[in-house]
């Protein structure tokens, strides 16, 4: 059995993460603990537009994001990484300088601290020096930036085949083992 953590934070990307969440419930041996931020609830009602999908029913358990005593708050606590989709700035800023504000942050800091894959999925265009150099710290302490960059080189090139992908090179990085994405092979 594995277990991950997902951070959702205040950008836009919501239809991205919703997508990856409804994949993730379909692996078996995958459980997925959700924190949704207060800004990212804000982004979910205007990318959503009153539609009832909801990134809860994709998951095994909600953690509140004041709730500083939740599970992946604690190094104690066993899961096989985290990937914050889509990840603000002002959350990789929070990260970077180790200030755990709130517990999507706070169990980023764990997970660094604890070697474990943190994945993050910026969301910003165009990038200042500053969130560049963030980036450069969180790389430095052990993080993966992974922003959303399609793969062309599947015959598939549907928006749904390329968030799919995604989905699967983000397990990848946690080195869970997964079929949603196509493989690189010679004949392609």
Known sequence: MHRIVVGVTGASGMPLVE??????????DLEVHLIVSAGAEVVMQSEFRGSDLSLVKHVHTVHSIKDMTAGPSSGSWQHDGMIICPCSMSSLASI????????????????????????????????????????QT????????????????????????????FAGRLLDQLRIENSLCARWRDNM
């Open 19 to 28: 997508n990856l969440l409804r994949l993730y419930a379909g692996i078996k």
């Open 96 to 135: 970077a300088s180790g200030a755990g504000v709130n517990l999507i942050h706070r169990a980023a800091d764990v997970t660094l601290k604890e070697r474990k894959k943190l994945v993050i999925v910026p969301r910003e265009t165009p990038l200042t020096m500053i969130h560049l150099r963030n980036m």
């Open 138 to 165: 969180v790389t430095e302490a052990g993080a993966v930036i992974a922003p959303f960059c399609p793969a062309y080189y599947d015959s598939k090139t549907t928006i749904e085949n390329m968030m799919q992908h």
